[in-house]
């Protein structure tokens, strides 16, 4: 079974505070996706890597920025955080030939 | 671009009726389409994928039949569960050559069933 770790699970920050995500993958995929869960919008992509170094823009990047420091580890940042990036955050990682991506159990994250 | 469109944002059905949960989708190419589920305080996880040679994907009682001519990937189970009810993704992939990867998500319907 694929596994996809996330931390922390719950978190609250400060307006114009540092958020860092964590995201760590023992399936050894190429692939990791940073999305966010939000009611009447789904799932959005907000970056994604192909591999170790590499990180790419997604659909909504604004706000965000992103690392891939090794293969099994990929972090979300957040410089400045605002009550709008208030969310839940999903960490995924998949192949490119095999479609599936599998998920993490999620980061809430409050920004007061 | 890319799009997947859920128009139900909840649906609710009494236990032992059929659920059908509706998706469409538009795209250049000819893509994958996938359903996922995520229940309550888990991650969302792949149910059912659809099939190049046109064969119906079926797991958990759940199948979805891919329509190109009306670009439709409806999800249906003849009879609903209790434990069916979760949030249910409707979600495309185009063909590897033109894709990077990423899947793109509807909007995403919650099914609540009821005793």
């Known amino acids: 079974e694929a596994a996809v770790t996330q931390s922390p699970r719950n978190k609250v920050a400060v307006t114009g505070g540092k958020v860092t995500l964590s995201c760590n993958q023992t399936?050894?995929?190429?692939?990791m996706y940073w999305y966010r869960q939000d009611t009447g919008h789904g799932l959005r992509l907000i970056h994604y890597?192909?591999?170790?170094?590499?990180?790419e823009k997604g659909d909504i990047p604004d706000g965000y920025k992103a690392s891939r420091p090794s293969q099994e580890n990929f972090s979300l940042i957040l410089e400045l955080a605002t009550p709008s990036q208030t969310s839940v955050y999903f960490c995924?990682?998949?192949?490119?030939?095999?479609?599936?991506?599998?998920f993490g159990p999620g980061t809430r994250l409050l920004v007061l | 671009g890319d799009s997947v469109t859920q128009t139900e944002g909840l649906v609710t059905l009494t236990e032992g009726l059929p659920v059908m949960l509706n998706c469409t989708y538009q795209?250049?190419?000819?893509?994958?389409l996938f359903w996922y589920v995520q229940h309550l305080n888990e991650a969302p996880k792949l149910l059912l994928k659809?099939?190049?040679?046109?064969k119906r994907p079926e797991h958990q009682g759940f199948h979805a039949t891919l329509h190109k001519s009306s670009s439709s990937f409806h999800l249906q189970k003849s009879s609903a569960q209790l434990s069916d009810s979760a949030l249910y993704y409707c979600?495309?992939?185009?063909?590897?050559?033109?894709?990077?990867?990423?899947?793109?998500f509807g909007q995403g319907t919650k099914l609540s069933i009821k005793p």
């Open positions: 995924a990682s998949g192949e490119l030939d095999q479609d599936t991506q599998y």
């Open positions: 399936n050894n995929h190429n692939n």
């Open positions: 890597s192909y591999g170790a170094g590499s990180t």
């Open positions: 795209s250049t190419y000819s893509p994958f």
């Open positions: 659809s099939f190049t040679d046109n």
């Open positions: 979600a495309l992939s185009p063909p590897m050559n033109y894709n990077q990867g990423k899947l793109i």
